[in-house]
């Protein structure tokens, strides 16, 4: 093969490749967000001064390809406030088209749980506004983020006054 030859099929597999490579980058950029809700809140052994909580997360998948992840992070306010914090090193898949259910243990501070508690003894609604942001990581993309907001209902023991 003349050296002519070889430089026009090289550049031939260059510019392939460069074509194959953006087509894959506009797929992904073609992703749905991935939507995450809270689906349950279940106290866990503190302690001194803090709580910790179990954030069980329910994580939908929109999109035609699976999200394998390995680990999390999540933060949660609660009445546009800081709330809660927390990661899990969990690893696991949120198949395609699918979801999956995560538990996530999260720490509260004592301010932050007088802080609702006195807003309930007011007079405020045991039901509370939220605003949840977090990331999976270790995807094939490096990480997903997602952010959700819902309204939850505090356990019976924590909404008497």
Known sequence: MSTMNRRRCAQWLLLSAATLAMSGCASLLDREPVRVNVVGVEPLLGEGLE?????????????????????????????GQHFASGVSNERGE?????????????????????????????GGSPRIDYV??????????????????????LPAQWARP
């Open 51 to 79: 709580a910790r909580l179990a954030l069980k997360l329910r994580i939908v998948n929109p999109n035609d390809a699976a999200i394998t992840y390995d680990g999390l992070s999540v933060s949660l306010d609660v009445r």
């Open 94 to 122: 949120v198949p395609r088209f699918g979801e999956a259910l995560i538990t996530v243990p999260v720490s509260v501070s004592a301010l932050s749980l007088v802080r609702q508690a006195l807003d309930v003894a007011r």
């Open 132 to 153: 949840l942001k977090g990331r999976l990581a270790g995807t094939a993309l490096g990480s997903v983020g997602f952010s959700s907001s819902g309204e939850l209902e």
